[in-house]
């Protein structure tokens, strides 16, 4: 199972079976993974195969032809976004990154996952306009065509849905796969102009405070942000992973505003209206706040708070026999880098330091690795993260706590996931 | 000094700091924006603020709303705002709790101004924009009216909804801005 290791490598460094995560430098470790729990058996696999695999037929023919725009291999089709929350009418809903079976850290455009208020709008480039106004020297008109040709910067980046996760106010434990449950979370390389050069041109008023964004969807969907922070750090986003922003990640342009909650990213931008106060809009107030026991309510919570889950073993997945496995998963925070990743095979009375997969970059994913010997008995996985401002992602009890359960909006507790003595996985509240 | 000059001071000011953060990056931007006259931006800024800024003249009242709730709004909240497919709308003076979460309008919105913004922008989905200023001022005022938060008669316009009291102006506590 592990040639070229010594009996000290596989002593475990936390409890039930967290090995060191040095075992990534040394060579020799070989990993079982968690499999989908439909997978075929090595068996049923060895029953199926036609013939000799030293000699499969597509060494014989011409392959397939050349594409224009190419697309994943069909044996890779129940790779998708899962399309949830749908309601009357149906442009207002969620589709879910299927965090599951990606990895790395950067999500593929098409399974980028989308939150629509009235549907994505076809917008024809040559038709759309950016309008910076208000308390500023000269109101001006941008041309997309014209933002092209500005000085742009690319930084990797996530963007959170500020709902993302909400299942875990829930009473009891939601049982879905891991995307299907934090899956509004995606993470892209994002390339555009940096805001700050576009206010500059249009001369921002000093008594000026905030920023009314405004998007070209149907129901020109707007909410209020802070200068300080759109001068900062923000840009006009015009391409994703290399190509142009997806229809529905705001073709042709949106605002990104790196760390913040998804809604702030406006897509389909189409006016900044600067000004000294707050629209309160409805989404900043009668959706986007959390309510807490205190009857108040939480608003502005812009900041994604450091959050981190294991994507394998996760549920629908399925251990097959003790071994050792590696524990995967992605950590993340809206107020920079993440620190460190720790690791506890038995619900949290002990923790071992996860290895975080370089390059490990502000406000974005950041892959951890961990190995783990299972040994077949019952075991209950969890990650925690902390970022570089010291802030340490809560157990559920503790943000329930603090929180209640009505807030709906940025829940960041720490998953468990309860695996039983067949491998099988499913998620608990421990 | 007049109050001219020091705008263009400070403007000034902004304007070389501006510069010299370009300049630090190592980057020239160049200056493609086309300029907007007032009546350019009019057409443009759909934004209403909470102190009324933004609202458009014209007017109505509960009882006007009544029926183009029924008819464009009833089918997704409700026949009385009590939510269906879409979220509640109608929720009475009652303040949010643990064991009253609703969001609705009466418990939980801070400002009567945001109503006319969302519906004159967003609503109905099928056909955001389409309501006229007085179709927009009369549902807000059904809505109003209906969390018996204003009178069945009470005329609403660009003066009277900014100065509607709303039962939940002060539950929010800002988290990210100070």
């Given at each position: 199972?592990?040639?070229?290791?010594?009996?000290?490598?596989?002593?475990?460094?936390?409890?039930?079976?967290?090995?060191?995560?040095?075992?990534?430098?040394?060579?020799?470790?070989?990993?079982?993974?968690?499999?989908?729990?439909?997978?075929?058996?090595?068996?049923?696999?060895?029953?199926?195969?036609?013939?000799?695999?030293?000699?499969?037929?597509?060494?014989?023919?011409?392959?397939?032809?050349?594409?224009?725009?190419?697309?994943?291999?069909?044996?890779?089709?129940?790779?998708?976004?899962?399309?949830?929350?749908?309601?009357?009418?149906?442009?207002?809903?969620?589709?879910?990154?299927?965090?599951?079976?990606?990895?790395?850290?950067?999500?593929?455009?098409?399974?980028?996952?989308?939150?629509?208020?009235?549907?994505?709008?076809?917008?024809?480039?040559?038709?759309?306009?950016?309008?910076?106004?208000?308390?500023?020297?000269?109101?001006?008109?941008?041309?997309?065509?014209?933002?092209?040709?500005?000085?742009?910067?690319?930084?990797?980046?996530?963007?959170?849905?500020?709902?993302?996760?909400?299942?875990?106010?829930?009473?009891?434990?939601?049982?879905?796969?891991?995307?299907?449950?934090?899956?509004?979370?995606?993470?892209?390389?994002?390339?555009?102009?940096?805001?700050?050069?576009?206010?500059?041109?249009?001369?921002?008023?000093?008594?000026?405070?905030?920023?009314?964004?405004?998007?070209?969807?149907?129901?020109?969907?707007?909410?209020?942000?802070?200068?300080?922070?759109?001068?900062?750090?923000?840009?006009?986003?015009?391409?994703?992973?290399?190509?142009?922003?997806?229809?529905?990640?705001?073709?042709?342009?949106?605002?990104?505003?790196?760390?913040?909650?998804?809604?702030?990213?406006?897509?389909?931008?189409?006016?900044?209206?600067?000004?000294?106060?707050?629209?309160m809009?409805?989404?900043?107030?009668?959706?986007?706040?959390?309510?807490?026991?205190?009857?108040?309510?939480?608003?502005?919570?812009?900041?994604?708070?450091?959050?981190?889950?294991?994507?394998?073993?996760?549920?629908?997945?399925?251990?097959?026999?003790?071994?050792?496995?590696?524990?995967?998963?992605?950590?993340?925070?809206?107020?920079?880098?993440?620190?460190?990743?720790?690791?506890?095979?038995?619900?949290?009375?002990?923790?071992?330091?996860?290895?975080?997969?370089?390059?490990?970059?502000?406000?974005?994913?950041?892959?951890?690795?961990?190995?783990?010997?299972?040994?077949?008995?019952?075991?209950?996985?969890?990650?925690?993260?902390?970022?570089?401002?010291?802030?340490?992602?809560?157990?559920?009890?503790?943000?329930?706590?603090?929180?209640?359960?009505?807030?709906?909006?940025?829940?960041?507790?720490?998953?468990?996931?309860?695996?039983?003595?067949?491998?099988?996985?499913?998620?608990?509240?421990? | 000094?007049?109050?001219?000059?020091?705008?263009?001071?400070?403007?000034?000011?902004?304007?070389?700091?501006?510069?010299?953060?370009?300049?630090?990056?190592?980057?020239?931007?160049?200056?493609?924006?086309?300029?907007?006259?007032?009546?350019?931006?009019?057409?443009?800024?759909?934004?209403v603020?909470p102190d009324g800024?933004?609202l458009?003249?014209?007017?109505g009242t509960a009882?006007?709303?009544?029926?183009?709730?029924?008819?464009?709004?009833?089918?997704?909240?409700?026949?009385?705002?009590?939510?269906?497919?879409?979220?509640?709308?109608?929720?009475?003076p009652?303040?949010?709790?643990?064991?009253?979460?609703?969001?609705?309008i009466g418990?939980?919105w801070p400002f009567a101004t945001t109503i006319f913004?969302?519906?004159?922008?967003?609503?109905?989905?099928?056909?955001?924009?389409?309501?006229?200023?007085?179709?927009?001022y009369?549902?807000t005022a059904y809505l109003l009216a209906a969390n018996r938060i204003i009178g069945?008669?009470d005329e609403i316009d660009a003066k009277t909804l900014p100065k509607v009291n709303m039962p939940n102006r002060?539950?929010?506590?800002?988290?990210?801005?100070?």
């Amino acid at each position: 199972m592990a040639a070229k290791l010594s009996n000290d490598d596989l002593t475990p460094v936390a409890g039930n079976g967290i090995l060191h995560r040095r075992l990534f430098l040394k060579g020799g470790l070989v990993l079982a993974t968690a499999q989908a729990a439909s997978s075929l058996s090595a068996k049923e696999a060895a029953d199926t195969q036609p013939q000799d695999l030293s000699d499969p037929p597509w060494l014989h023919e011409t392959g397939g032809p050349f594409t224009g725009y190419g697309v994943p291999s069909k044996y890779e089709k129940f790779v998708f976004r899962n399309i949830g929350g749908n309601r009357v009418p149906a442009g207002d809903g969620v589709s879910w990154t299927p965090l599951e079976d990606l990895e790395g850290i950067i999500t593929p455009s098409g399974l980028h996952f989308e939150r629509h208020h009235d549907g994505v709008p076809d917008i024809d480039p040559a038709l759309h306009r950016l309008v910076i106004h208000g308390l500023v020297r000269q109101p001006l008109e941008f041309t997309v065509e014209s933002l092209l040709r500005y000085p742009m910067r690319s930084r990797f980046l996530f963007i959170e849905c500020g709902g993302n996760s909400n299942a875990g106010w829930h009473e009891e434990p939601i049982q879905r796969p891991v995307g299907a449950f934090h899956g509004l979370v995606s993470c892209s390389e994002w390339t555009g102009v940096p805001l700050s050069i576009l206010l500059d041109e249009a001369g921002v008023d000093p008594k000026a405070s905030w920023v009314i964004a405004e998007g070209a969807d149907a129901g020109l969907m707007n909410v209020s942000l802070p200068l300080a922070k759109l001068a900062d750090d923000a840009m006009i986003g015009v391409y994703q992973n290399g190509e142009r922003v997806r229809p529905e990640n705001g073709y042709p342009i949106r605002l990104i505003v790196p760390g913040w909650e998804g809604i702030t990213n406006v897509k389909w931008l189409r006016r900044l209206h600067i000004t000294d106060q707050p629209a309160m809009t409805r989404n900043e107030t009668a959706k986007y706040t959390e309510l807490l026991p205190s009857g108040k309510a939480r608003m502005f919570t812009f900041a994604m708070d450091a959050k981190s889950v294991i994507t394998s073993p996760s549920p629908g997945q399925k251990l097959h026999g003790p071994n050792v496995y590696e524990i995967r998963g992605l950590a993340w925070s809206g107020r920079g880098r993440i620190a460190k990743v720790d690791v506890s095979a038995d619900g949290g009375k002990t923790w071992a330091e996860a290895h975080l997969q370089d390059p490990v970059m502000p406000q974005c994913f950041t892959r951890f690795r961990c190995p783990w010997t299972w040994h077949g008995e019952p075991a209950l996985i969890k990650s925690r993260a902390t970022d570089e401002t010291g802030y340490v992602q809560p157990e559920r009890d503790v943000l329930v706590r603090e929180r209640g359960r009505e807030g709906y909006f940025h829940y960041n507790a720490i998953v468990c996931w309860a695996i039983d003595e067949d491998g099988e996985i499913t998620h608990v509240y421990a | 000094m007049s109050t001219l000059r020091l705008f263009a001071l400070t403007f000034g000011l902004a304007a070389q700091l501006g510069s010299a953060l370009a300049a630090d990056d190592g980057t020239k931007a160049p200056r493609l924006g086309t300029p907007m006259s007032a009546s350019d931006v009019v057409k443009w800024d759909k934004t209403v603020f909470p102190d009324g800024r933004g609202l458009p003249s014209g007017h109505g009242t509960a009882k006007e709303g009544r029926l183009l709730y029924v008819q464009k709004c009833a089918s997704c909240h409700g026949q009385h705002g009590e939510g269906a497919t879409a979220e509640d709308l109608v929720g009475g003076p009652k303040p949010p709790s643990s064991d009253n979460p609703s969001k609705a309008i009466g418990p939980y919105w801070p400002f009567a101004t945001t109503i006319f913004d969302f519906v004159s922008r967003s609503m109905p989905p099928a056909a955001p924009g389409s309501l006229s200023a007085d179709e927009t001022y009369a549902i807000t005022a059904y809505l109003l009216a209906a969390n018996r938060i204003i009178g069945e008669s009470d005329e609403i316009d660009a003066k009277t909804l900014p100065k509607v009291n709303m039962p939940n102006r002060d539950g929010f506590i800002w988290i990210d801005v100070k």
